[in-house]
């Protein structure tokens, strides 16, 4: 069983950066596709940012050009890099993990972190 905890969220202006974490206990990490979702208040959830088990990045239209999402199997980490940051990318992001990657991408996943809260101001 695999346990997810984030880390790595904060306060930024627009247009700046922030890199959030992804570490994972448990075996076979390796084995999973892992990404972000994003809710911010009043929304649904937002898929933003996917790796699959071979290395893969998916992106939401919304963030593609500056986020980038990597993976570590060596440390069982996740990293999101956010640049360009703008209001509207504040939310809670929430790291998942799931052997589909379509339930993943669709926030179908049944493995959670507690959420780490990131907000842009203008």
């Known amino acids: 069983q695999v346990q997810l905890v984030e880390s790595g969220g904060g306060l930024v202006q627009a247009e700046g950066s922030l890199r959030l974490s992804c570490t994972a206990s448990g075996r076979l990490f390796s084995g999973y596709n892992v990404g972000w979702i994003r809710q911010a208040p009043g929304k649904e959830r937002e898929f933003v940012a996917g790796?699959?088990?071979?290395?893969?990045?998916y992106y939401a239209n919304s963030v593609k050009g500056r986020f980038t999402i990597s993976r570590d199997n060596a440390e069982n980490t996740v990293t999101l890099q956010m640049n360009s940051l703008k209001p509207e990318d504040t939310a809670v992001y929430y790291c998942a993990a799931d052997s589909d990657l379509s339930d993943l991408v669709r926030g179908l996943s049944d493995r959670w972190g507690q959420g780490t809260q990131v907000t842009v101001s203008s």
């Open positions: 790796v699959d088990r071979s290395g893969a990045g």
